[in-house]
């Protein structure tokens, strides 16, 4: 580099930093050999600071504002000489530009399940996506802990490392909140702000605080949302006889408009007489061969499933008992009218009187003893 270059360096005096790339973090100010002229002006801006290290040292952190580099407004400079031709002796020194603002619109998911017992499903596996936003808080610390001598630090770098925290908690604040996975959606909100207080704790280690977490989404295996989309479709159908029947009847209709011709007309003939006969309960008509065999009767419906009672007396429950157990209460007395039960699919706590299928068990009373 000759003189006039060195010269014409040691005159800039002002240091300042703008950025448009809405990404970095930290950005060095870079200068031939680290020198910045004695007296320079520093220029920090809104949403910034600037970290001053001198001779591998963090000196100082200003905040916005402009500064006069001295010695006089820093103390941690002690001994400067004079130039021969007029110049002060340049800082050896290196200035950062840290960004204070939020960098927004981050991602984090889990990468493996997360497994937890859940109250109804019992042992499961969930998976969870969302964003977060990220800010530094200290600077001097985020330099010192995270960046290191870095001379451009950009949020993807940092982000890997959050990430993996936010797993790490979001497995152990939703393993042990008890809430069921089906009401995890009403419940997002609740669980980003504790997620978000949970990882500002370890997060502050670097400098870095999370002022919003939010979670997208909260979802099951592939197989356990297959199982459940039956079971709700099940719901939906209601009748499973009336809904084969239509089935049946939908793909008469296919076959009929398709290229099968008589053939197809008389295949729905033939089924259609066929589902008549077991709607109807009739005989089937005789073919050319013989009458035809009647179509087996449909298999009888399952047994209703028997109920077993749970009882709640001064705050305490007890139970399950059957029905032939709380009659034998009934008899002897530990079971009233005004008694609290509760069995599988009751909508809360009820009197016994209250309930059709043990309020018979009031009604049915014993003869007086002989002599009373």
Aim: hydrophobic share 40%.
């Amino acid at each position: 580099m000759g003189i006039l270059d060195f010269l014409s360096g040691q005159l800039i005096d002002v240091i300042h930093w703008t950025d448009d790339t809405r990404d970095t973090m930290v950005w060095r100010f870079e200068r031939e050999g680290h020198e910045i002229k004695y007296g320079a002006k520093l220029t920090v801006r809104e949403g910034q600071a600037a970290v001053f290290v001198h001779e591998g040292q963090l000196a100082d952190v200003f905040t916005p504002g402009l500064y006069m580099l001295e010695t006089n407004n820093m103390p941690v400079l002690t001994s400067l000489q004079h130039w021969d031709h007029g110049f002060r002796s340049p800082f050896k020194s290196e200035i950062y530009f840290v960004s204070t603002a939020r960098f927004t619109d981050l991602k984090w998911g889990t990468k493996n399940p997360v497994m937890l017992r859940d109250p109804e499903f019992g042992p499961t596996r969930l998976r969870a996506y969302g964003t977060y936003t990220v800010k530094v808080t200290d600077p001097g610390r985020f330099l010192t802990e995270i960046v290191g001598t870095d001379g451009e630090f950009t949020r993807d770098e940092v982000s890997f490392q959050i990430r993996n925290v936010i797993v790490q908690e979001f497995s152990r604040i939703v393993a042990g909140s008890g809430i069921p996975v089906l009401d995890m959606a009403a419940n997002t909100a609740e669980l980003g702000k504790l997620l978000a207080q949970g990882i500002s704790e370890t997060i502050a280690e670097y400098g870095l605080t999370m002022p919003e977490l939010y979670i997208e989404n909260i979802s099951l295996p592939a197989e356990v949302e297959k199982a459940m989309d039956r079971r709700t479709s099940m719901g939906v159908v209601g009748d499973i006889g009336k809904y084969t029947q239509f089935q049946a009847a939908e793909a008469l209709g296919r076959a009929e408009s398709g290229a099968g011709g008589a053939m197809a007309q008389g295949l729905g003939a033939g089924l259609g007489l066929s589902m008549a006969g077991r709607m109807t309960g009739e005989a089937q008509p005789a073919g050319p061969w013989g009458p035809r065999p009647q179509a087996a009767a449909p298999p009888p419906p399952p047994p209703p499933v028997e109920h077993v009672w749970h009882v709640a007396e001064n705050g305490q429950t007890h139970g399950p008992y059957s029905k032939a157990r709380m009659g034998r209460m009934v008899t002897d007395g530990a079971l009233t009218r005004e008694s609290y039960v509760w069995t599988q699919g009751q909508d809360g706590w009820k009197r016994a009187e209250d309930v059709t299928e043990l309020a018979q068990l009031f009604t049915v009373m014993p003869p007086p003893p002989p002599g009373a």
